[in-house]
């Protein structure tokens, strides 16, 4: 197989894209500045050496030598009170966007698989949430939120935290909220299913 | 002109059908049972006859001589200290659907427009809610809940009702409410726009 | 069941509206003009009546008392030594608006099943198809033009008719063709299937 | 800016990427295997250094010490009398792909753009075109064959290359010729644009 093969091979494994579009992609650095190709590849090689792992809310952020916590975890004068849980850095970067938001994240990395699974448990980091919540509760944790997408993946795993986090929550005295459900922006009442308009009407205001 | 044009001609007047519909509608006819072409053009030049609107909700219902008012409106089991307000009769079916409602129904029959209009009360049945707000008052009318689109038509009506409203509400002692807003059935978080993001952060449960 | 929910019942059964579109049609022929919606009824009453099916071509006209054909049939600057079969009379509205044929058609009424099927002769008008042949063959017929879509179940009519008239076309010395294959209209090589390529390198011109 | 944005910003640059993709690419590197994200950068890093630009189709392919020029350009095999010119690297794999040709290609490189330009020669390869052709005129070149899109652009090309090339054709004895037009593989007679029905009709076989 040739590089261009090779790499097209290598570019279908990026999420979401196909054999056409790989190719494209080794097309297109065919016919790129070799600059802009050689910091490609350098900054490709280097992403993991650079990038560390949030050693509280296990996102990953750009590695310094003086802390092992993120800059939103570092950051002093957010609100330590507030532990918001979210599945994906990518869910995190939304949120976080959204503006209005001043508490403290947790990243699952993942969601409980709908299909029953032997130690669910190991498929989200709940053992360093246990342990994060164990922290925070001394600086006064009160209030964890569930930011989990509304599909069913989403619920299934909030459902499965929900329990998993029961007692703690009651040892620790913390409670547990989950994101409101209603309209979402652009929603057409017309074209609303039940279980939002039911729980827009629940929730109104 | 000859017959299927013409009447593809009219069916290029119903909702969302474009030319092409219009003359296969035709042709759909020509091939069709007589039996079911009858009823259908009975049905559509007796639908206005047999259908009122109702006197208190504005929606459209199949007439009968004993009553001026629709199943819904005529329902003593209703809890008439609720009201709320749609845009059109396909929200409200939408709404009704959802089966956890058990007040009482307005059809606007529109949207006021976000261009500004001279008497925009006029583009929406204001002076018939007026009315019936009024009726109901006396039935310990206590909330008017403002179902509408989360889009920008919608949200404009609603603040031009709230105002158009306030004076009402005050004299006559009901608060309104809108449909809370929040991450609606398969919202998926990394897809929510910030709005979104900011409502279900304040109406967390 | 109401006006409303009949007339929406028979709206389901035009091709290609659902439910939620066909309630849609009721609502918005409830607040239509009284005269256009009388018309409509009258129009969908009387299409039939008021149409022919075209001895030769069996296609729909315009009824006449004068004669069984339609106007293209009728016309006698038509060449008659090309017959073009299309499956449909929309197919045909299609062909004849492209204004470069001067032929004659006739309209299968629709296509041979991809799965076997008793006497797959009657799902299309192919006894009417041979007396039409028969009379044009007195007239000069030369040419049989397929005109069907590109397609399985066009290709597979295709096959079928192919086979059914070939006995004939040997008898009356008639050629059978078929619509040319290559590019169409914006087509992209890049995303052109092998068969579309290699029918347009076959017919390169 | 960190490493991971700033390799977003860098994915952006590819080919049909936006913003939230090319983040979730890099999201993807930071958990994939080291082993793989090692080999990508090397392929990108090697990609161009291994691969050449064919001398006499202008396609890229992997660079071999031992000659100049691709695999088809090499193989003695094939036909030296067809030389087919298509607009891009990809569009000459799904011509090949079809495996009904057994000629020669060039890669233009590109389309000459719609809006007049000055010397729109130098947009696609029409000096190396030239030498190529002069060269294949040697080994009995009769036939050059324009297989662009079917767009406005790649006619535009065509009829520009035309040109360009009349004279040449004359004098090195070769004829010119486009791919075949007419319904591509899936197209429905309904919905076929007229040029598509005239093309098809006029190549009907």
Redesign the interface.
Known sequence: M???A??TE?FR????IGP??A????????S?D?S?????????????K??SVCSDCRR???KSDSRPTCAICSDTGRDKTLLTI??????M???E?????EGMYFVLGGYVPLIETDEPEKRIRAGHLTDLIKRRSKDGLSEI?F?????PE?EHTASFLADYLSKLAEDLNFKI?????????????????????????????
Request: aromatic fraction near 12%; proline fraction near 1%.
């Open positions: 040739d590089s261009i090779k790499l290598m494994k990026f999420p979401g056409r579009q190719r494209r992609f080794a097309y297109f650095l065919l790129a070799s802009y190709v050689s910091s490609l590849s350098t900054g490709i090689n280097s992403l993991k650079e990038t990953y952020f750009a979210v599945s994906t850095d990518v869910d970067d939304a949120f966007k959204s503006g209005v938001y939120i930011a989990l997408s509304a599909t989403g909220t989950h994101l409101g459900k209603g309209l979402s922006t652009g929603t057409e009442l017309e074209y609303a299913d039940s279980e939002t308009i039911k729980n827009a009407l629940k929730n109104r205001e």
